[in-house]
Nanobody, 119 residues
Framework: QVQLVESGGGLVQAGGSLRLSCAAS????????MHWFRQAPGKEREFIAR????????YYADSVKGRATISRDNAGNTVYLQMNSLKPEDTAVYFC????????????WGQGTQVTVSS
């Protein structure tokens, strides 16, 4: 099993930046594909980005492409999401998720961290 704890959220002005972190427990972190999702009030959870176990492959949703960078530190069991040029519509709870090798979708989720972007 993997336990995930997000941090780094907060209140930021439009145009600003945030770096979210997701610390994972367990010795098999490096085998998981890691994802970031977000959920805005009244909306469904939205995929933002994912990164392969090695960090060699990344994929972004169009809504954040060019403004977000996902990265990971397998030695430190942490995945990051750098968000730049933040917009009010980026306001949401941000979740990290882990997808094991045999899973078709993420099977472990963190509790989320709130990001609020003021205009």
């Amino acid at each position: 099993q993997v336990q995930l704890v997000e941090s780094g959220g907060g209140l930021v002005q439009a145009g600003g930046s945030l770096r979210l972190s997701c610390a994972a427990s367990g010795r098999t972190f490096s085998t998981y594909t890691m994802h970031w999702f977000r959920q805005a009030p009244g909306k469904e959870r939205e995929f933002i980005a994912r990164i392969s176990w090695s960090g060699g492959n990344t994929y972004y949703a169009d809504s954040v492409k060019g403004r977000a960078t996902i990265s990971r530190d397998n030695a430190g069991n942490t995945v990051y999401l750098q968000m730049n040029s933040l917009k009010p519509e980026d306001t949401a709870v941000y979740f990290c998720a882990a997808q094991s090798i045999i899973a078709l979708k993420p099977d472990y989720w963190g509790q989320g961290t709130q990001v609020t972007v003021s205009s």
